[in-house]
T-cell receptor, first 111, second 114 residues
Framework: EDQVTQSPEALRLQEGESSSLNCSYT??????LFWYRQDPGKGPEFLFT?????EEKEKERLKATLTKKESFLHITAPKPEDSATYLC????????????WGAGTKLIIKP | ETGVTQSPTHLIKTRGQQVTLRCSSQSGHNTVSWYQQALGQGPQFIFQ???????GRGNFPPRFSGLQFPNYSSELNVNALELDDSALYLC?????????????FGQGTRLTVV
C-alpha cells in the first residue's frame, strides 16, 4: 500500500536558521513527488514536482531533493513569511492519477 | 487568468442532510479533482473528473458523488451527512489528466456537520 510519512510534525526555527523537512514514501513505481505549501484556512499552493532520484529543484529559499525512498525540502535562511504547513504527495505507477499525501510539517519561523 | 474558486467558503449542516459544494476550475483546465482534508491531516482523494466523466475514485462511499459541466466547473454532493464528514473540502484543477501535472487548488469549503 502506498504511504507517505512526513517528519517532523512541527518545527520551530529562528529567522535565518536553516533546516530540512523530510518526506519518506513507499510506492509501487513513482510517477512524481510533489511539494505544496498550505497557509491556514487556504488550499495548498504548488511548489515543486520531482520525477526521479537525484533530481533537485530550487525556488527562492527552498530546495527540494529526491532519493529512491525519500525527499527533503531544505529551507535556507528562512523568514517569518515562510511559516506554513508543507505537504508532500506522491503519484504512483498504478494509480488513477490520485495523489497520496503526507500529514504535513508545520513550520514556524520566529523573528 | 482566473484561479480556482470554490463556494461556499463555510457551511454548517445537520447530520443526515445533503450538501452541494461548487468549484470553478482555472481557465483552460479540463480536469477537476476533489479532496477531503481533516484537521491536521493531509488531503484524501475523493474523485476526479475529466471532460464530464469520472476518471478515478478514492476510498469514499457512494454517498459522495460529483458532476462536471461542459464549462469544466464541478460539483461535489454528499448525502446523508455524518459527523465525520466535517472537514475542509478542496477542489483542484489541472490542464489534463496526464501524470506529473501540477494541480491548482481553490481555497476550500469548510464543512461542519452538527
Amino acid at each position: 500500500e502506498d504511504q507517505v510519512t512526513q517528519s517532523p510534525e512541527a518545527l520551530r526555527l529562528q529567522e535565518g536558521e536553516s533546516s530540512s523537512l523530510n518526506c519518506s514514501y513507499t510506492v509501487s513505481g513513482l510517477r512524481g513527488l510533489f511539494w505544496y505549501r498550505q497557509d491556514p484556512g487556504k488550499g495548498p499552493e504548488f511548489l515543486f514536482t520531482l520525477y526521479s532520484a537525484g533530481e533537485e529543484k530550487e525556488k527562492e529559499r527552498l530546495k527540494a531533493t529526491l532519493t529512491k525512498k525519500e525527499s527533503f525540502l531544505h529551507i535556507t535562511a528562512p523568514k517569518p513569511e515562510d511559516s506554513a504547513t508543507y505537504l508532500c504527495a506522491v503519484q504512483d505507477g498504478g494509480s488513477n492519477y490520485q495523489l497520496i499525501w503526507g500529514a504535513g510539517t508545520k513550520l514556524i519561523i520566529k523573528p | 487568468e482566473t484561479g480556482v474558486t470554490q463556494s461556499p467558503t463555510h457551511l454548517i449542516k445537520t447530520r443526515g442532510q445533503q450538501v452541494t459544494l461548487r468549484c470553478s476550475s482555472q481557465s483552460g483546465h479540463n480536469t477537476v479533482s476533489w479532496y477531503q482534508q481533516a484537521l491536521g491531516q493531509g488531503p484524501q482523494f475523493i474523485f476526479q473528473y475529466y471532460r464530464e466523466e469520472e476518471n478515478g475514485r478514492g476510498n469514499f462511499p457512494p454517498r459522495f458523488s460529483g458532476l462536471q459541466f461542459p464549462n469544466y466547473s464541478s460539483e461535489l454532493n454528499v448525502n446523508a451527512l455524518e459527523l465525520d464528514d466535517s472537514a475542509l473540502y478542496l477542489c483542484a484543477s489541472s490542464p489534463e489528466t496526464a501524470m506529473n501535472t501540477e494541480a491548482f487548488f481553490g481555497q476550500g469549503t469548510r464543512l461542519t456537520v452538527v
